[in-house]
């Protein structure tokens, strides 16, 4: 690691910070500001069924009170579409990406699942089986190996069939997550993708798409991701974690995910998010992150599971 880390946390507004989305939002501030560097904050509010307007200001509120501060206006991907549809011009005058009409149930039938979920067989990709219907946009993995090399899982590959070729523009319009995350972080500048490990082979696509699309690639360092307490999930919004509540008690949550990054814990108990960030910062070491388990999609029905179970 060299020179000043631009990091960002990318929070969805589906719901108020949890426990797990806060060591993600700790472990990449500290790792940008142990630098002195940036730490942006992009809100990816793309999806309009699942996005709720309230908790851009919830979560935006819990992290002032946490005292995990970033630069600059927050980015909203709802107000990116102008730079989204210039990078699928692009995308579509290279032939990356090609149109599918497959409905999510004609895929869903017999997929085989992988990392990120069932993986779609490419049957569009000579052309749409469905030409009078409205078409999504899909981009073409290139077959074979695919390599990451990230700074706490180490080297994580996986072959193109395990991942298939995603959605970068949906039926209705609308953005694909991996896109707007890979246009976004070449707007932003960030230098180093820090977030949860459960995004790991999220990274395959977007390494492909900065390619494509000529944009720096930037380094990744996935966390260890908390766990439900059956030990079979992904603690998130989903699996029902509860809020972390700053205005209650800001600086618990603050030190326990410290702690579960590895991190030894203070001498005493810090009075406030902004003494306990003062002491933590020229302590912060990466390298004493445990990698953790990580989670992959297993079989029908997409949940997750521990890799290798
Ligand atoms: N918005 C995504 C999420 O909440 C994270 C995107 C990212 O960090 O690349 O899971
Ligand atoms: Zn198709």
Known sequence: MNGRIIGRFAPSPTGPLHFG????????????????????????????????????????????????????????????????????????????????????????????????GAIYAGTCRGGPTHPERAAALRLRLPAGRHEIADRIQGTWSTDADRIGDVIVRRRNGVTGYHLATTVDDAFLGVTDIVRGSDLLPAAVIQNELQRQLDLPAPAWAHLPVMMTPDGTDKLSKQTGAQAVDPAHDPVTPLVDAWCFLGQTAPPETPDTPAEFLAWALPRWEETRIPPGERLVAGGPGGGLRREGA
């Open 21 to 116: 989305s806060l060591i993600a939002a700790l472990g990449s501030w500290l790792s940008a500001r142990a630098t002195g560097g940036r730490w942006h904050l992009r809100i990816d509010d793309l999806d309009p069924d699942r996005s709720i307007a309230a908790m851009t200001n919830t979560i935006q509120v819990q992290l002032e009170a946490f005292g995990l501060t970033w630069d600059g206006p927050v980015l909203y991907q709802s107000e990116r579409g102008d730079a989204y549809a210039a990078a699928l011009d692009r995308l579509k005058a290279s032939g990356a990406v090609y149109r599918c009409t497959c409905t999510r149930r004609e895929i869903g039938a017999g997929a085989r699942y992988g990392p990120l």
